[in-house]
């Protein structure tokens, strides 16, 4: 009977935090570990969950207990501690953790996956291709896997592997917001900033809890808004600095020239389009509160 | 048993052997031990990839579980003590008053008959937890304030809910499904049972916990059930306290109770069913997060927006609070129109700040005296309202998600509330 309680409870925590209600999860599993102090997969999961909520400290020391409670999870454990590693650029321990993985599973594609990620961050771009080619070869589904990958050839040049990697990636992943956000980044690196803004909203309007979507769609429809097509046309040129450049080069072209007139008109444009470009965030703001 | 244990010991040796857990789980059946007989096959059916095996195991798994709930499950005229074994709130149709209208009194001689449904009792299935409660009903004149909400409940459930001849008439159903939707902590709960306290209905609280279940079928059985009692019980209001976790977004999650939702859905359209005179209501504070299916016409096609208590309740809850304690000559009207946006749970805890900086003060001067209003002010001055976080993430949302007119009533509420946000 404990038993199937224990099984319940395992459930519930586990449909928790499969929708992400990590805090509700949380509350469970606290009391699941009141009957049962030393199962290591309740210390995965709150490892888990404190991962999820950017409490990073806390993960690493309840895996480790995890860890010190059984032989069980040991590589889900392991990759949870690479990938915490990797996010907070600890490169060497991150690295230590995936071999840790790969010792205990060589065919464990996903950490083929986060090694191969590792690698490029770190400049190893050669290493890298072989062990995402290797993830790839063992598991030519696995979501993570192409979600890798796809990432990793966001800024190279063959534009085909990308569409390919991408599509794979659409026909595998269950969860729109990772699709939407794939596909946000994938028009980001190809410069098209309103088809990367209409996937962004979309994956936000998914989850509008996640801040960092919110951010994103902000910026971009700051980004995008004809107040800011000169500033656009700017950076097309090279940004402020070249625009600067040119500026002066022309005023002195002029003087030369002895077109003074001109000269005038043009140091009058320029110093509207600083003054606009200063004043812009600002001009926006008063847009939008005009829109209601 | 020697069998048994015989094959236990092999298990040890080999637990990812799914004709092993097969054999173990049938002999466990014979010997009558079916809870443990489902864990074996469940165990089984994991490590298993022989589709032939697969089939049997399922097989196996859905006769026992069949067979466990009918031997948990004491039918109606089974139990003498049914009525108070009961997983239901006793609604008002089950007193003496004479005072209910005619198909109140239609349906509590319907529910007598012993030939009805078979209901189970309080073991070990769906509602045990939240279902079982006891409290007693509660009417809107229960509910400090929110006017505004009791009106659009009233147009919107129970009006329909009492004028079902005229509401037939034009074909349109009088119960149906109703998603309250709000911050946290601003009383959905409550709302929803004293809907059920106006519409003289049980109500059926429903939570996640309730449903799910780690054996095969179990989980479909317990929600088929929770819908069984209510039909069974009618009129009553059948209400899903985080109705998101159950009808999660499917585009959103691989989540492993997505059946759940496909059954939920074929369950509110009544399809194998009458629901007429059952209100199902669902609350959640992410409405985003509820399947989008799940709020199509003839499911939760009513969506109302619960805010945070008006000044009025807000007035009630501080009088409500304060109740018992010794207090002087609180200003209950300047508490309440300096606290905009709290919850229930953020006045409850100014009101806990205000108690314990008194105590705190006594203990220092040995001089007892009552809270007063300055008191509570000052506690003020460290609580921010919890609703913050949740009315911002919806002023966004609803900048982007209200084409079609869902969240017009939260939209007027934001722009009432502007400056505060």
Known sequence: MEQSVAAKTKQIIYHYLEIGRFETALDYIKQALENSPDDPELYYYMGYVFYRQDRNEEAVEVLHQALSYGDEYQEEIYLLLASICIDADQWVEAEENLLKVLELNPNNAEAHAHYAYLMKKTGHKEKAERLIQEAHRLDPDDEQVLRYAHLMKLGDKDKEEQFFLLERFIEQADNQVSVHLQLGLHELFRERHGQALKHFKEAYLLDPTNQFLAEVVKELEQDTHFLYAPLRWVNKIGGPAVLWIIAIAISLAGQLLGLDKFVAVFIGIYLIYAIYSWTVPLLLKIYYKLRG | ?421
Not at chain 2, 400 to 409: E, F, H, K, R, V
């Open chain 2, 1 to 421: 048993m020697e069998k048994i244990n015989w094959l236990k010991d092999r298990l040890e040796q080999n637990p990812g052997d799914p004709m092993g857990w097969y054999w173990l789980g049938l002999e466990y059946a014979d010997a009558g031990h079916t809870r443990d007989a489902i864990s074996s096959l469940t165990e089984g059916l994991k490590y298993c990839e022989d589709e032939e095996l697969k089939l049997k195991i399922i097989d196996a798994v859905n006769r026992l579980t069949q067979e466990q709930l009918e031997q948990e499950s004491p039918s109606y005229d089974e139990s003498p003590r049914h009525s108070e074994d009961l997983e239901v709130e006793e609604g008002p149709d089950n007193s003496s008053d004479t005072s209910d209208s005619p198909s109140v009194v239609k349906q509590r001689i319907d529910n007598a008959a012993p030939h009805l449904q078979v209901i189970d009792g309080g073991s070990g299935a769906a509602g045990n937890n939240h279902a079982a409660d006891s409290e007693e009903t509660i009417r809107f004149d229960d509910v400090g304030g929110l006017d505004e909400l009791k009106k659009t409940i009233s147009m919107k459930i129970i009006k329909p809910f009492f004028n079902q001849g005229l509401f037939s008439k034009f074909r349109k159903k009088s119960g149906g499904g109703v998603l309250l939707y709000g911050p946290p902590g601003c009383g959905k709960t409550f709302m929803a049972r004293a809907t059920a306290g106006e519409c003289q209905a049980r109500f059926i609280n429903v939570h996640i916990t309730d449903i799910l279940d780690p054996y095969m079928g179990v989980s479909e059985q317990n929600l088929r059930r929770l819908f069984e009692t209510a039909r069974a019980h009618k009129p009553s209001v059948l209400f899903f306290d985080e109705v998101d976790a159950i009808g999660y977004n499917r585009a959103k999650s691989s989540s492993s109770v997505r059946f759940l939702i496909d059954l939920l859905l074929s369950e509110l359209e009544g399809l194998d069913s009458d629901n007429n005179q059952i209100l199902v209501i669902g609350a959640t504070n992410m409405p985003w997060d509820v399947d989008p299916a799940l709020k199509r016409p003839g499911r939760f096609d009513r969506m109302i927006f619960v805010p945070p208590p008006d000044e009025k309740a807000r007035e009630a809850i501080f009088r409500l609070k304060l109740k018992g304690r010794p207090v002087g000559d609180i200003d209950y009207k300047a508490l309440a129109s300096k606290t905009t946006l709290f919850s229930g749970a953020d006045i409850e805890n100014v009101v806990e700040r205000a108690a314990e900086n008194v105590l705190e003060e006594i203990l220092e001067t040995d001089q007892e005296r009552p809270i007063e209003t300055g008191d509570l002010l000052h506690a003020l001055q460290d609580v921010q309202p919890s609703t913050l976080e949740w009315m911002r993430t919806i002023k966004n949302y609803v900048k982007y998600a209200n084409q079609s007119g869902l969240y017009n009533d939260v939209d007027t509420f934001l722009r009432r509330h502007k400056k505060w946000l």
